[in-house]
Every structure is written in C-alpha cells, then in structure tokens.
C-alpha cells in the first residue's frame, strides 16, 4: 500500500471498464440473472426480521454475550416439559423484530413511502363545482384584493437617507432618471357644490343635528326639511297632472281622427248621390263682372274722413302701446334691480356664511353620465324625538353618506348598478315550409 | 401673417383626454383603470370649453389631464395589473379548454407568491406620493377615519370580506390607543346619524365620525368595488399613520394584539402597548385596567387578599364616609390640595380662587371609577372616558371583556352610567319581591349604591365638550336632559347663545328696553283697576306677541315687529285721547325716577345711533357703486340676523321672569 494517498478520487491504476457489452439480447433486463441479488435481499430481510438489523452491520457486543456462569435455579424450579413449552406456542409467539406498520390512515398529501410499495396516485386534477364557479369569475376580472396589507415597519415619512456619492469618472451609464410629476398631479378635484368651493370629507354637524336638540334649532331645521319636501311633492304632482294632460290630448286627438275618418266613411255615400242627379249647379255662384265708375264727391269724401279716422285710431294705439311698454320697462328695471339685489344677498350670504361648499346645493352640470344619488332626509320627526341616548333611532344611511360624498366631492364620477347584461334581442319568427301545407 | 395653426394641435385639445383614450394608452381594463385613478389620486377633470376638446358630441364623457394619464405610465403597479390581466387570460383559455386543473393551478400559483417568487404588491410607495409630509396625510385623515371606523362596524358579506372588517377595526382600535395616550380627543357630538369626534393631532383638528353599533343597512345601489378600492389605500395610509404617531410618542408598533380577548370583544383592551426601546420591551403597559393580561395565580391571590383587607379597613373604620357623603363631594374632597388664597387682614384683597375649572382638561375624568350600565353604548364611553384621563371603567359583562370590575357593587366606583328610566314608585310597591328580570335579582329597580353618582351618557359628551365637569343633577336618570348642543358651531358676534346667561350676551338698548317694558308693566298693573279699556288693549298686544312666537318666518316676524311698533304708537294716541275725552291729564302713570333715567338713557343712545348711521351713510358715499351695494347687503343681512337674534332673547326674558314669577 502506497504511504501517501490522495484525499479523494480513485487511487487504483486505470483499467478498463468492468462491465460486459451491452449490446445483444444477452443484455436485456428479462435475460439478466438476478437470482443472486434477490437471494441475498431475501436474507437480508429475514436477517432484519428477525434480529431488528442487518447482521454484518451489527457490533460484536450485540451478538454475543459472555455467559460464564450457568443459571442452575431454572432447571429445578420447573419440569423439562413446561420450560420448554410446546412447539406451537412458540411458532405463535415468535414475533418480528420489526415493528409493525401503524394502520393509521394517512392523509392524502402524505408522500412518505418505504420505497417498495408504489404511492397510490391522487386525482390532483379534480376541481369541485364551487371552485370552477370561482375561477370563472376570476377569469372575468372579479378577483380579490391583490393588494398585501401588512403592519407598517417603517416610517414613510423619514427623510430618505442621502444617495452616496458616486465618482463621476467611473460611472460612464447615465442615471435612471426619475419621471417629473406633473403639477397637475396635486391640484383638487372638482367640487360639485354650487358655490364651487371644496367640500370637506366630514361636515361639522349642526345643532339640529344632535339627538336631543335645543328646541329652536330643530325647528328651524324641521321647518326647512319639511319646505323641501312640500316643494318635491308639488313638483311630483305638477309632473303627474303634465302626464295627464298629455295623455288626455293624445287620446282626443285619436278619438277626432277616428271621427274624421267615419265621417269620410260617410261621405262616400254622399259621393254617391251625384251618380243619383242630385247635384246642385255650379254655375249659379258665378260673380258678375263689376263695371268701371267715375267717384262721385260725397263718396270721396266719406273716404278722406274714414282715412282720417283711421290714422287717428292707429295712433292713438300707438301711442296707448308705448305708454305701456314704457311702463313695463319701468316695471322691469324693478325686478332686474331686485333680482340683482337677491342674487348679491346670497352670494354675501354665501360668502360670511361658510368657506365651505355644502353638498346639498349642487351645481347643475356633474360629472359623469349619471345624476348624483339624492341626500337621505336625516332627521328625526317629532314624535319620534327621543331625549335618552337608549332609545334614539339612528337616521340615515353612513354607507351612502360617504359613497355620495366621494361623489360630491370630485373624487369619481357617478355610477349606476346594473344588475344584468344587455341582452341580445331575439326575434321570434314561425317558421313555414312546404311540408306543412298539404294540398288536397 | 402668423403661422396658421391647425385645429386640435396644440391647447385644450391636448391638455385633455377622454377616459376611453386614457383606458386605451394604458392598456388596462376599465376597472382596473378606476382602480389606480382612486389609488393615485387622479380624479375627472373639466375643460373650459368642451367643444374645443372632444371630437365626440357626447356630454357626459370624463376627462383626465394628459400630463396625469402620461405619468400613470411610469407607475410600478401598471405591471402589476397587466400580470393580473395575462393571468385572467390564461385561465380563461384553459377554461375555455376545459382544461379545469390547469386553470386551478394557474390561479393556485398565482395566489402563492412567496412560493412563485413573484412578491404581491402594497400600495407604501403611493401613501408618500400622495402625502409628501405627515402633516399633509393629517390633513386628510378625516375621509379616511370614517370609511374605516364605517367598514369596522359593516356585517362581513360576500362584498366586504371579514378579513377586511377584522383589519380595519384593529386599526381603528390601534389608533384610538394613540388618542387615549396622547389626551388628543378635543370634542364629541351625539347626532343622530352618528358619533362625531373631534381630535387635534400635531397642531391639526381632525374630525370624523363613527355609526351607532348594530345599525348598518347594506344597500345595493352602493359600489362596494370602488368603496373597497378607497379602504385598502385607507388602510395602508392609517398603519403608517399609526406607526408615526405611535413612534412619535415612544410605542412600539404594531402593538401587541390579543385574539382570544378581542374574540370575547374586549375591544380596546384586545391591543397592549409596548414601549419602543429594547431596555422597556420586555414590560406590556397595561393601558386597560392595570391587569396584567397573564396572571400570576401567586400574585394574584395576594392582591386579592391585599385588596380584600384595603375593603374591609374602608368599610369598618369609616363607614360613614363612604356612605354619607356624595361621591362629588368625596371627590373635591379627597382631592382639595390646593392651596386657598386668604386675605390677610379682614376688608383686604380678595385674591382669585384657584379652581378645579382651569385644570387640565385631559384629566377631567382621571380621578373617577366608571360603571357603564348594560343599556349604554360602551365602546364610545369607554373611549370618551379613557381619553379624558378616566383609569378605571367597569361594565356589565353583558358589553365583553376587559372591564375593570363587573360587580356593581364594587365599592371604589364613584360614577355610575344609566340610561334606563325610572320606574315608578307604586310598581315597586306592588311587585315588592316579583324578582322576574336579571336587575331585580341584584338590586331592586329603583334602588341605589349610596355614595355613588348616577348619571345619563350625556352628561360625560356634555362635560368633555365643555371641558369640565357638567353638575350632575342635570343628568341624573329620569331627569329631563338639557339640549345636547354640536360643540362645532362656532358662535357669532352677538348671536344668541342659550348656554351663557341673558346679561352677557344682551346689547344696551335691549337691556334698557326690557327694563323700561318692565317698569311700565308694573304700572300697568297698577293703572290697570283705573280704567278697563287699557287692559284689554293689554290682552290684545299679548295676543299678538303670542301669534308672533307662532310665526316662523324671519321677515315675516320683522313686520309684524313693525307693526307692533306701530301698534304701540297707535296705542299711545289712543290714550291720549281717552284722556281729553275724560278730562285727565295726559300722563296719568306715575313714572318713577329709574324709569325716567332709563328712558333718558335711551335717548341718549338712539341719539348716538343716528350720529352713527349719519356717519356710516357718509362713508359710504365714498365708496364706489360695487362696494357700497356690497355693503349695503351686509348691512342687510346682519340685521336680519340680528332682529332673530333679539326675539330669541325677548322671549328668554320672558321665560325666565315666569319662572322667577312663579318661584315667588
């Protein structure tokens, strides 16, 4: 043997390769022996049956035991028949040394496998009916939230440590340079009040607002709700008597052409009666050609005065209509002046009142093909006015309070739900052909 | 000649962009597209002109900045949402395959970044976009702080998940946690649709509101895609604003969470806070209670025995104290350190009491022991308290763990919430021992602990609202409550004010008025057996001030103040004529020297009044058309205001001499 030898690798002098051609069917697996091998697993097997382990593999000390002195107490303490036993006994009693497969049921996931018996194939492929309704819907784009909400661990806000300073000189690949946020980016959304100022998120609350207010101040507020919904309820009925009436004159109307039409039905017969020789001449409607004349002075006369007249009586009108018109145009500039007035009143009022925008007056134009969603009325009635916290019922709806605030807000645009796709309109036809007509 | 300029090149026309044009530049679906415009803070814009933007005649199409859509481009969650897309398209393919495991595996895979390697995406590096300093997210806290506290409170549904409900109510909690510490709760208000609060965080009022529990309709025209959007950008922005507040004030964040404790809706005491440096991180600050969460049996028992020995000392050696006094009284009492100031010698200077008023309002309940009651909403009380320095609250256990006490009887509890009413006495007779419902089992209905104050829920809003103590016999149970006033109004020079009395807040000339008014009644009375004619003209004005009060109209009202002016001119010449035509002197009453005084005095004034106006009316001819009419509708208005004001006080007045009438 050599002194020195490498750590690693075969130390042995190349050689060729041991193994035999693989070629010919002397080679195939069914024509290899493998008896050999076999018989020596099946030893070894027993050997680990019986004894817990592969006996080459065992210590000395576990295979044998230095037993110098003999137990001389059992051979008087029972008969040679008994200790010794039946031979049936012991064939039932002798035991593996192996212990036993547990005949636990494992759970489908398990993979553990001892290597000899084939792990039974799961149907991994199998999708339950719930599970494919969900992914059809994920396959339309209604999936969960993909954003991970995790605890903050740092602070956003913390000045950004400074870049190191990098040489120039090395660095010959210019910087990433960073997209400019545009100044648009920052500027607030449309208010959709109607003095055009912001609307804040959260309106501070009134005293009417309060469970149990001061007297005055829910009146004052009771009184304005109640005002406004007299005024829907007016414009609701003004709308429904519009209906009416339009449906009233639709209705006359087809009932005139169904006249009309039977009176033509009636004519016919009429027409008729021309074929009888009834008909009454046209010629005696014929006018007779009037004949030139000199004026005489009386006549002309009488025409110079009922001119006169005439001009008189148009001016007088004239003049009546202008008196009148000049009157209005005072009357006008009144009410310009008024209005004027009015419209300068709301807009102090408007202006000393709130800074803020209220998100009940609305400008006219929004955004978005949708109206806004109305305000829930959030107020109490009355009789159902409560002074104990315990039994006030809440007003209104959160939910839709702060969706229509986002809103009113500009932060989107209006949506409506639609419950179900539009539908593509079918045509329902019968359909005829030759077979099902019979000719006889 | 210039250059001629096409139409469409150059302005609005490009400055401007349809939703359709942007969906379509940044390749995304239209929901998605909505999504990121919540998340980034792009909202529809609108153009000068329409015309000259949009080709299309539609009114109702949305339009975006360009420069917006153009820097949407660069965004990092873009991709995000393209995987998202080219996922959904291979999962439909394979479904439209009938490959259905495929799909599952896609999907599966997809759903498992840690193990595709692919991270999902959070939405931090937005919150500094948005909010480039801390102030600024501050500002914007309040839309934020409802829709959580809103979805904290919401039923879980298929559109609301209970994950979702469960993180925005720990926030939500996490927070309340820092305003608890902090003592930064300013003011509360019982509405009717909710409970606002009103908290100043680093030099900013905060304002938000939170429903009453149990109380949440889910209706179906809301879109909860769009609101769900809102609150995952909403929860993103409070854990950073959490994390700040809560570093800023020396706490570790996130504070531990209890799940067991919340489970049994211990609420506020499911989070403990934790200091934030390594030396304190060991020790749990038990904000609820001082529990421990664990306790040590040992400990335990001897505390107890410690407290059992503390009671029996107070209730043997001095019973009297405990149960003779007022829990107030106890209160002032026990707690009367102050020093008084005393003048030296007899008749010198009277110095200025310190008062309990002056103290720190933070601290207003520090010194009580609560009792919530099982019928009073806990959640908001025991925050309210626990702001305003209140250590130990005990409730029913009916309202959930992490109570100071559940025994009633619990001797330390000096304030007890009830907001049940009182029943009547004769029941109680007659029942006697009928102990049918679970209070009777404990107490009898009517029944009292001694030495404790009960009081109604508004009591604790008014008192924190006026930052100090409200006297509690106004609110005790079966008592009818004062109005509860929006502490948010600000009050008005010379507005009225029910809460100050009539003599601060009256002008001059009314007070003269009234006592003028006052002065002629009396002789009135007096007057009143010489002749019967003035009396019924009595009758006859009094009637009209009554139809007044009726009336609700501010102009209208202020006719018939004219009128009533007039009437009263009327009235006198009526007089006068009474008496030629009797022979009497004019001025039969007798007015006495203050009346006299008094009227001079208002002479004096309404002589000082005109000097005014002649003034004003000088000035104003200096300014120009604009200005003045500007003013003129000031003018207007203020005393439109004014005259309301003034009626509302004269009917005060009133009220308050019957009731001085009928105390005498």
Not at chain 1, 141 to 164: C, F, I, L
Not at chain 2, 208 to 223: E, M, S
Request: proline share 5%.
């Amino acid at each position: 043997m050599p002194v020195l030898r490498s750590k690693s690798g075969n130390t042995d002098a190349p050689s060729q390769y041991k193994q035999p051609s693989r070629k010919g069917k002397k080679a195939w697996r069914k024509n290899v022996d493998v008896t050999e091998i076999t018989k020596g697993l099946d030893e070894l097997n027993t050997q680990i049956i019986a004894t817990g382990g592969v006996l080459a593999d065992k210590p000395s000390t576990e295979l044998f035991a230095l037993d110098v002195k003999p137990d001389t107490t059992i051979a008087k303490k029972f008969p040679k028949h008994i200790s010794k036993g039946l031979k049936a006994d012991e064939i039932i009693a002798a035991r593996s040394a192996v212990p036993a497969v547990s005949s636990r049921k494992r759970p489908a996931g398990d993979k553990t496998t001892d290597g000899v018996l084939p792990v039974k194939r799961q149907r991994k492929e199998y999708v339950t009916a719930k599970e494919l309704r969900r992914l059809k819907k994920v396959a339309d784009g209604q999936h969960d939230s993909t954003v991970a909400v995790v605890d903050a661990t740092y602070d956003v806000w913390a000045d950004p440590e400074p870049a190191p300073v990098e040489q120039e000189l090395e660095n010959f690949v210019p910087k990433k340079e960073q997209p400019k946020k545009p100044k648009t980016l920052h500027e607030a959304p449309i208010s959709l009040s109607a003095n055009g100022k912001p609307i804040p998120a959260v309106a501070k609350p009134k005293g009417g607002a309060s469970y149990n207010p001061d007297f005055t101040e829910y009146q004052e507020r009771l009184i304005e709700e109640s005002e406004k919904a007299v005024e829907a309820e007016k414009k609701r009925l003004a709308e429904l008597e519009q209906e009416r009436i339009k449906l009233e004159a639709a209705l006359r109307s087809a009932a005139e052409a169904e006249a009309a039409e039977a009176r033509a039905d009636l004519s016919e017969w009429e027409d008729d009666s021309a074929w009888e020789g009834l008909e009454s001449g046209g010629e005696e409607l014929s006018v007779k050609a009037k004949k030139p004349r000199r004026k005489t002075q009386p006549e002309r006369n009488r025409i110079k005065r009922r001119k006169e007249e005439e001009r008189r009586l148009k001016h007088e009108a004239a003049m009546k209509k202008k008196a009148a018109q000049e009157h209005r145009i005072k009357q006008i500039a009144l009410e310009v002046a008024e209005k004027e007035r009015q419209m300068a009143l709301q807009k102090v009022e408007l202006d000393d009142a709130d800074e803020e925008g209220d998100d009940e007056n609305l400008r006219r134009r929004q955004l978005g093909r949708y109206r806004l969603p109305e305000k829930d009325l959030e107020l109490v009635l009355p009789d159902e006015l409560q002074d104990s916290l315990r039994l006030l019922k809440p007003e209104g709806n959160l939910l839709k309070d702060r969706y229509r605030s986002m809103l009113v807000r500009g932060k989107m645009e209006a949506r409506r739900k639609i419950p179900y796709k539009k539908q593509a309109k079918t045509k329902i036809t019968e359909k005829w052909t030759y077979k099902d007509f019979t000719l006889e | 000649m210039g250059k001629l300029k096409k139409k469409g090149q150059a302005g609005q026309a490009k400055n401007y962009m349809t939703r359709t044009q942007a969906v379509k530049k940044l390749q995304l679906s239209l929901p998605d597209f909505r999504k990121l415009c919540i998340w980034k803070g792009i909202y529809p814009r609108e153009p000068r002109n329409r015309k000259k933007v949009s080709k299309s005649s539609t009114a109702s199409t949305t339009f975006y900045y360009t420069k917006d859509i153009q820097y949407l481009l660069h965004e990092p969650l873009l991709q995000k949402f393209r995987e998202q897309k080219t996922l959904e398209k291979k999962i439909s393919r394979a479904l439209g395959r009938g490959d259905v495991g495929d799909a599952a595996r896609l999907e599966r895979n997809a759903a498992r970044p840690d193990q595709t390697g692919k991270p999902r995406y959070t939405l931090n590096h937005v919150v500094r976009e948005r909010y480039p300093t801390f102030i600024d997210a501050v500002r914007d806290l309040d839309d934020c702080l409802s829709m959580l506290f809103l979805f904290a409170n919401l039923p879980s549904t298929s559109a609301v998940p209970a994950k979702m409900i469960a993180r925005c109510e720990r926030l939500c909690l996490e927070f309340q946690h820092y305003l608890i510490k902090s003592h930064s709760l300013r003011k509360s208000f019982l509405s009717i649709k909710g409970i606002y609060y009103q908290a100043n965080i680093q030099g900013e009022d905060v304002l938000w509101l939170v429903p009453y529990k149990f109380n949440q309709r889910v209706v179906g025209d809301i879109d909860f895609r769009i609101m769900g959007t809102f609150i995952e950008f909403y929860m993103t922005l409070l854990s950073f604003v959490n994390y700040r507040l809560y570093t800023s004030i020396g706490l570790k964040y996130p504070p531990k969470f209890d799940q067991t404790m919340d489970d049994q809706a211990a609420e506020l005491a499911a989070i403990s806070l934790e200091g934030a440096n390594l030396a304190t991180a060991g020790e749990t600050k038990a904000i609820t209670n001082g529990e421990e969460q664990k306790i040590d049996p040992k400990v335990q028992a001897q505390v107890n025995k410690l407290v059992k020995q503390l009671r029996n000392e107070a209730n043997g050696e001095k019973p009297d104290e405990q149960m003779g006094e007022d829990g107030e009284d106890d209160e002032e009492k026990a707690t009367d350190a102050l020093d008084k100031f005393e003048p030296v010698a007899p008749g010198g200077d009277v110095l200025l009491q310190p008062s309990y008023s002056g103290n720190d309002p933070s601290q207003l309940f520090s010194k009580f022991t609560f009792f919530l009651s099982r019928e009073t909403p806990r959640q908001s009380l025991e925050f309210i308290l626990r702001a305003f320095g209140c250590k130990r609250i005990g409730w029913d256990p009916i309202l959930g763990e992490g109570s100071f006490t559940t025994d009633e009887s619990d001797p330390s509890i000096t304030h007890q919430i009830v907001d049940r009413p009182v029943v009547q006495a004769a029941m109680d007779e007659e029942e006697g021992d009928g102990e049918d419902n679970q209070t009777s089992r404990k107490l009898g209905p009517n029944q009292r602990y001694p030495g404790r104050i009960y009081v109604q829920p508004q009591w604790v809003w008014d008192s924190v609202n006026d930052e100090e103590l409200k006297s509690p016999e106004l609110y005790a149970p079966g008592a009818a409550l004062p109005p509860h006033l929006s502490p948010f109004v600000k009050p008005t020079q010379g507005q009225y004010d029910p809460t100050i009395p009539l003599e601060e807040q009256q002008t001059e000339g009314e007070a003269l008025d009234a006592e003028i008014e006052e002065a002629m009644e009396d002789g009135d009375e007096e007057a009143g057996e010489e002749s019967e004619v003035e009396n019924d003209m009595d009758v006859a004005s009094d009637n009209d001030d009554e139809d007044e009060e009726e009336g609700s109209d501010g102009a209208e009202d202020e006719e018939e103040e004219e009128e009533d002016e007039d009437e009263d001119e009327a009235l006198e010449r009526q007089r006068e004529l009474e008496a030629e035509i009797s022979g009497k002197a004019v001025k039969s009453k007798q007015l006495d020297a203050k009346t006299k005084a008094n009227l001079d005095k208002k002479k004096a004034l309404e002589k000082k009044k005109k000097e005014e106006a002649e003034d004003l009316e000088r000035a104003k001819g200096m300014l120009s058309k604009k200005k003045r009419k500007l003013f003129e509708q000031m003018q207007y208005t203020n005393n439109k205001k004014s005259a309301e004001d003034v009626k509302l006080r004269s009917k005060r007045r009133k009220l308050d001499k019957e009731k001085a009438a009928k105390k005498a």
